[in-house]
């Protein structure tokens, strides 16, 4: 931004010289010509600014001369012009002011007042005004006296005083400028400029004023419309000044603007630094001080564009230059383009040292919050957050501003407080939050989709996509909303709702990274995907799973068809090794599957592989009626839950199955299921489970789980050559502890350890304990595998006699192409 610089009249240096000039001439007149010459070249040299040789000419003219106080004269006015004020006042008390020339006085009044001797300044001024009241360089620095003084009304009867003329309105405006009164100085100096529009000093004052207010636009084209009224330094200042407001114009229009034209401003302003960046690209150490606020404002260009590497790189550029200092809104924006980038902790520390070199706006207080978060520094995060919505009024205005209204942040912060608690699994706490906004402000749809999230993240995902389409209703242009929506609706199979919004979202705004991740996760969806379970236990005693055992069981999925068929193949080993033999069960099968908005029908047909089994099939359905309710059946021809024990006495099964469960969020569960076995050797197997699920403690890192389960079972045969109670009853207890040992956006690892304590009652053998300790480890990569893997010990009675097996576990999802 340009200097105010004040109003200098033809009395200022030019005046002095010419005062000089003909004084030397008049001393050449009276006392001949020996000195004349030096005299010319020391006014000279002071006019071009060589201050020490015009200095020592004087002095050497004075002390040849010491009756002649014109050589004083000079000699003050160059002394103050060189800033050496104490000297100039010095030699200003060995004269008497009454009778000093007006250019001296107006120089020991500039001297005095670079010195902060403000009464001894007003003597010096008010004395020249006195007898020079037509000179308005002096008028103007004594009213700028009185006003430091505090007098200011009698400034302004200073300047208002004397006849119009075109000087005067000259210093009336620089007088307007130094009271930091920008528009009353634009006014006059435009007087001026309409009287006489070649005047430099009035243009020069008009892109003085408009910079100052902000007008950069008006003040360049200005300048540019008249060379040589500013420098070309102060020149390329203004146009870094313009091309910054530029951008922070495009910026906020762009917010602003839906459609896909909303970058183009934005790319027409980041062009006004093209040049700057080549030069400094080519030749960083030569960069003027106006193109490096160019490229500063850049970085922020760059970072809102998206084109967040570039912007990381020039920061680093900028950073790494000798003696630089990046301010902290460039630091703030390269922040954004690092969390963009997935690297929050860098953008952390960029935003914490942004905050504590003065930017504490919204934007880079709140980008701090969400890197923090991405960060999994959840401690600090809320506490960062918690902190500004306590600094946030309801209401914006009051006594100084008059204009009282909403303030949108309070609400902003509050509700990224809430979201804090969700993201820390307390989602009792986050819904409760949002209400109380939702109750605050009803149609505002910011809370709205934070509480959507948090029905989402409760595991009521049709709630929630409810809510992104009320949300949508009245704002069919918020990217987001269509983004999160598509997202919901993948939990509960809506998959042409999910690819509807997300192209809605992609067309409004495919920058922006929840859009992004909608369209990977629809693409994710529409992938191949094979789900494998398999399990390897060593048991003792007389275990129905025998001695050593081993199962696969593995289906591969095609991609969709149609949006809700996938058909797919299946295949099923096992292997059980008993004091009489070892048992196999080996299965493959064909079928396809349909899911559609929380209904699940799967079918099959199997056969035996290498003469294990006979010709079967498989159809089951579940149904999720609402976010609470779900139901399921199955029916199985040649069922693979037929213990192993009985395939090797060579019987085989079919089995149907019922079930029913209420979730009522995402901490409590209830499920009810029953089964009936018909086995080939007439053995009926009839059996109920049931569970209550209850989360006892949760955070961003740790999950306490205690599942309550009763089992029970009876058998029609009782004599069958396998494990076969007449009746069993087996109630249970089992806490698990998660631990989330490592987080990085969509990759984590796990660990889990499950303990579960029992007993199990069979007909005729009584009570006996029972216990399962296992241990897991869960690794999610990408949203396309996930590996599970654990190892375990289960203690049991069968027929009376405990029996233990240790067991590993692996699970795998993978999906690809």
Known sequence: MLSVSAYRSPSGKAGLARRCLCAAVAAALCAGTAHAGDYERAIEQARRGEYKSALEILERLHAADPADVRYTHDEIAVLSWA???????????????????????????????????????????????????????????????????????????????????????????????????????????????????????????????????????????????????????????????????????????????????????????????????????????????????????????????????????????????????????????????????????????????????????????????????????????????????????????????????????????????ALARSWDNRQDDAEQRLQVLTDEAPNNSEVRSALAGVMRARGWPRQASGEYAEILANDPDDAGAHAERSQVSLDFDDFRTAEAEMKAALAQRPEDSEVQRAKRMWSIQNMMELDTDATMGRSSGNSPSGSRDYQIDSTLYAAPIDYNWRPFVHAFWAEGQFPSGTARNERAAGGLEYRDRGLVVSGEVSGGCCGTGKPGGALSTQWWANDYWHMDASAELQTNQLPLQARLAGYDADRISAGTGYRFSESRAVKLNASVMHISDGNIRDSVYATWDERLFASARLKLDFEAGVYASTNSRHDAPYFNPRSDFSPSGTLSLEWLTWHRYDRSFTQKLSGSLGTYDEAGFGAIRTSEILYEHIWDIDNVFTLRYGAGRVLHAYDGSQTGRNFLNLALVARFW
Do not use: C
């Open 83 to 417: 800033g050496e004020h104490e000297r100039a006042l010095a030699l200003m008390g060995q004269i008497p002011a009454s009778l000093a020339p007006y250019y001296v006085l107006e120089a020991a009044g500039t001297s005095a007042r670079r010195l902060g001797r403000l009464a001894q300044a007003e003597e010096f001024l008010r004395e020249a005004v006195r007898r020079f009241p037509d000179e308005m360089q002096g008028r103007l620095l004594l009213a700028e006296t009185l006003v430091d003084l505090g007098r200011g009304a009698e400034a302004d009867a200073l300047m208002q005083a004397g006849a119009p003329s075109i000087e005067r309105s000259l210093a009336q405006a620089s007088f307007a400028e130094y009271r930091s009164d920008f528009l009353g100085a634009l006014a006059r100096y435009g007087e001026v400029a309409n009287a006489r529009p070649d005047d430099q000093r009035a243009l020069a004052g008009e892109i003085r004023a408009a910079a100052h207010l902000g007008a950069v636009h008006v003040a360049s084209d200005i300048a540019r419309d008249h060379p040589g009224v500013i420098s070309k330094e102060e020149l390329d200042g203004l146009l870094a000044d313009r091309a910054g407001l530029d951008i922070r114009w495009a910026i906020a229009r762009e917010k602003l603007n839906p459609h896909a034209d909303r970058f183009d401003d934005l790319d027409a302003a980041i062009r006004e630094s093209d040049a700057a960046a080549v030069h400094f690209k080519s030749a960083p150490a030569d960069i003027s001080p106006a193109e490096r606020r160019l490229l500063f404002d850049r970085v922020v260009a760059l970072s809102a564009r998206y084109r967040m590497n570039e912007a990381v790189q020039l920061f680093h550029d900028l950073s790494a230059q000798p003696g630089a200092a990046v301010p902290g809104y460039v630091k703030a924006a390269a922040g954004h383009a690092y969390l963009y980038l997935r690297q929050p902790e860098e953008a952390a520390e960029l935003f914490r040292t942004a905050i504590a070199e003065g930017d504490t706006t919204f934007r880079t207080e709140m980008g701090l919050f969400y890197a923090l978060e991405d960060a999994d520094r959840d401690p600090e995060a809320i506490e960062h957050i918690d902190h500004l919505a306590a600094s946030e009024p309801k209401q914006l205005g009051g006594e100084q501003d008059p204009a009282v209204r909403e303030n949108s942040d309070y609400v902003s912060t509050r509700t990224a407080a």
